[in-house]
């Protein structure tokens, strides 16, 4: 009874994966590619069934039910019917139905926004202010960053809309600004702004544009970068709003300026009128190294250059500097590394001539809001299109490409773009529009960046490449300012921990690759485990094939680490074949890692193995093949089966 149990269970097993694979292949045939509690759905699909106890699996067949298996509790089923037959049942796909007892069963079931996903035809299409999506896809960057692909039908034509999501509860992404060729003047296009931010301290992820700027390619408003403001503001209160990122490391949306003051010795303060700013009349500006070479001042005024700099310009501070040099009517002084410049004119100039070289010299900030004292990153925008999550309305025409950032009610931050001034291929959006948009895609708080050809979204690749994900409406990428990054960070861990990467007991979809195999096949099974109740199986046929022969099997759904892992390990029930265990890793530069378990697994039944990971990789880490069984040898190559349990990642 033990073996036709078993013969059972594997063809029950196989059944149900093939009408598995059958849905995956019909989903892979235009439908939406959308993930669940870590399922794939699939069309037709409604939900899910977890077995809580021991409960039958029925086959239908002519009005008649056949016995086919006791369900374990923790097995998953898809779910694509329900109906009232003895007791009501549900249809897990294939004929087969499990009865609908209490205690026995839990069922699930996604949002209907996710199932209009799947299933358009049956759920009517997702409907959204500016139209109806048409198309969507879906998919991850990294841990804590999906991206979201939209094409909409409306009344104006079609629109193409670029989503990111970036969790905030992630403590290893960090919101950062970026500025064009590492100073105030002058532009560059988003993607070699990102490029160049890219490892200083840590990998980016993604980027879009910032702020708007002027002729000389000087942003228009405040922009903070790495907790020192870069410039202050040059537009009026009501003309701007700006994005930043707190002190404690959360968004926020709001409309602050920064007083500046300045004392010299023991002199009366003075108002500083702003940083990185072209100098007015009568104005005293402070220039920092982020500006330029030099301050592009005329000689009409007096310029005081600060050494010994200690403190950082930030709100809520003082800066002490010692007078280096006090430059009467000579104009564009050079701007060192390790040291200011204070600038002014008429005034303004008549004030820093009482200056002399050794001199104490004390600057003080403060933010007129509070919360953003000590803001870490800031840049500036123009529209405010969600506050406190009432949509705003605009008496202002015109569609084009538009740059916007949101927060949602949980903190986290989007990153949308849309494409315009392209009817073939998306008209853009009103003001109105995209604040009704960015409401509907569940920002409390929204702002507008720079938009028209401006607007650009970069997107780091599968293949570890940072790529424009958008169109332009220049046709290429428009130099710009600034930029908003995303930056996946490397944290410090202490002490010895592990992270089970999939311990095969919930449902999880693998495939297999052979390469000069007759066969590959891989399946999550209870024929073997060592821990809990599941295992994965993988089974080869290398008979006969010339070169080396392998089998890979992967999980559909990506394998990301989150730290930095000395190990990988997981638990091999060997078949004594003596081939060769191998997992291959991409890190986020792209590159590609090739790591062993064992040379040669010639045991029979459980041991547990661990593949050093090289000290190089660099984060975030994708665990792409986590099997690679292979054989060179000729002589050895056989039909076999192995089974895994337990995989995880080790840290030190």
Known sequence: MGTAKSIIRIGIGAVLAAWTALQATEADAGANIVYWEGMRLVPGQIGKLEIVKPINLWKRENGTMTFVRVLEPGEQYRVYSYDEALGGQYGVGGGYYVTNIKGHVLYKTPSREKLKLVNPGRYGAKQLAVGTVVKEALARVAPGVEKEEMEIVGVRGKQHVYKLDIDAANEKLAIETALSNDQVLGIEPVLQQAKRYDGRDGIVLAAVNGDYFKEDGSPTDLMVHRGEIV?????????????????????????????????????????????????????????????????????????????????VLNGNGTVTATVKKVAVSQGDEPLQPGELVLSGHGRASDYL?????????????????????????????????????????????????????????????????????????????TLNEMAKLMGELGAVDAMTLDGGGSSTLVVRQPNGQL???????????????????????????????????????????????GVNAVGAAVERTMEKAKDGTKALKISYDFRGMLGTSGVYASREEAIWISKRPQAIGMWVYGDGSGHWLRAQLRDGRGRRFWIDFTRHVDWVGWKYVQAAVPSDVVLPLMLETPVRYMETDAGRKNAGVIYIDGLRAIFR
Not at 260 to 277: A, E, F, H, L
Not at 390 to 400: C, D, E, L, N, P
Not at 474 to 496: C, H, I, S
Request: charged share 20%; proline share 6%.
């Open 231 to 311: 410039m202050t503001n040059t537009t009026p209160a009501a003309e701007r709003t700006i994005f930043g990122i707190g002190a404690d490391g959360k968004p926020m949306i709001g409309n602050p300026d920064v007083q500046i003051r300045v004392q010299m010795g023991q002199g009366s303060p003075y108002p500083i009128d702003g940083i990185n700013k072209p100098r007015r009349a009568h104005q005293l500006i402070l220039y920092t190294p982020y500006f330029a070479a030099s301050t592009k001042t005329n000689a009409l005024g007096t310029e005081v250059v600060l050494t010994n700099v200690q403190g």
């Open 467 to 513: 790529k424009v994900e958008n169109k332009p409406s220049d046709g290429f990428p428009r130099p710009v300012a600034n930029a908003l990054l995303v930056v996946y960070k490397e944290t410090q861990e202490n002490g010895d921990s592990e992270e089970v990467l999939d311990d095969f007991e919930t449902e999880s979809k693998w495939k297999a690759a």
């Open 353 to 429: 001539r009482q200056a002399k070289a050794g001199d104490t010299v004390q600057i003080s900030l403060q933010y007129d809001q509070p919360q953003w004292s000590g803001v870490k990153e800031a840049l500036g925008g123009r529209y405010r299109l969600v506050a406190g999550g009432q949509v705003q309305s605009f008496a202002i025409a015109g569609a084009h490409p538009r740059t916007a950032v949101g927060i949602d009610r949980d903190g986290n931050v989007m990153l949308v773009v849309v494409d315009g001034r392209q009817p073939a291929h998306s008209q853009g959006m």
